[in-house]
T-cell receptor, first 118, second 116 residues
Framework: AQKVTQAQTEISVVEKEDVTLDCVYE???????LFWYKQPPSGELVFLIR??????QNEISGRYSWNFQKSTSSFNFTITASQVVDSAVYFC???????????????FGKGITLSVRP | GAGVSQSPSNKVTEKGKDVELRCDPI?????LYWYRQSLGQGLEFLIY????????KSGLPSDRFSAERTGGSVSTLTIQRTQQEDSAVYLC??????????????FGPGTRLLVL
């Protein structure tokens, strides 16, 4: 069975601080995909990134960066110089093997509520 | 369409009534998913469609829940004899389809259901 753990439930920072959101996953699959989604107060889940299990390169997109470490089953997300607009709930998610359509469902963590204060 | 749309955005119903929730996926997306988001359980998978077929219904919580998809497009999630524990936000997502787990799912705004 697949499992995603986001141990942090709520984080509060002051604007311009850096913040890291942790994600630890469990799976028996050798091929899998990891995702981060953002859920702002409006409620809609917004896709941020997808990473496959064969690619351990870190990725940077503007103020966002992701650190994937297979050895520790972690896929952490860092926001540099946080802004008030970053306030949202952030979900890490996991899906199964590529070629089996029935395993395309996402298993989500419980989410981390990030509050960025001015 | 530009994105996944869902209707209604909010639904208040009385215990025991039936409700229908609608999802209109992104044009051209053949895969469609329903999830439920509640305070106690977080985000849970309900059902997955590829075209009009549902190869994975494993997340439907009881036989009061059913879903269909017609024309490979619009999907309807029906909850019969609603209970208070059905109160949640029901989210729909779609993806291109055919490549399984490597595809990105794009979510709609959700339907917030309140059962009194």
């Amino acid at each position: 069975a697949q499992k995603v753990t986001q141990a942090q439930t709520e984080i509060s920072v002051v604007e311009k601080e850096d913040v890291t959101l942790d994600c630890v996953y469990e799976t028996r699959d050798t091929t899998y995909y990891l995702f981060w989604y953002k859920q702002p107060p409006s409620g809609e889940l917004v896709f941020l990134i997808r990473r496959n299990s064969f690619d351990e390169q870190n990725e940077i997109s503007g103020r966002y960066s992701w650190n994937f470490q297979k050895s520790t089953s972690s896929f952490n997300f860092t926001i540099t110089a946080s802004q008030v607009v970053d306030s949202a709930v952030y979900f890490c998610a996991l899906s199964g093997p590529t070629f089996t359509g029935a395993n395309s469902k996402l298993t989500f963590g419980k989410g981390i509520t990030l509050s960025v204060r001015p | 369409g530009a994105g996944v749309s869902q209707s209604p955005s909010n639904k208040v119903t009385e215990k025991g009534k039936d409700v229908e929730l609608r999802c209109d996926p992104i044009s051209g997306h053949t895969a469609l998913y329903w999830y439920r988001q509640s305070l106690g359980q977080g985000l849970e998978f309900l059902i997955y469609f590829q075209g009009n077929s549902a190869p994975d219904k494993s997340g439907l919580p009881s036989d009061r829940f059913s879903a269909e998809r017609t024309g490979g497009s619009v999907s309807t999630l029906t909850i019969q004899r609603t209970q208070q524990e059905d109160s949640a936000v029901y989210l729909c997502a779609s993806s291109l389809g055919g490549r399984g787990a490597q595809e990105t799912q794009y979510f709609g705004p959700g339907t917030r259901l309140l059962v009194l």
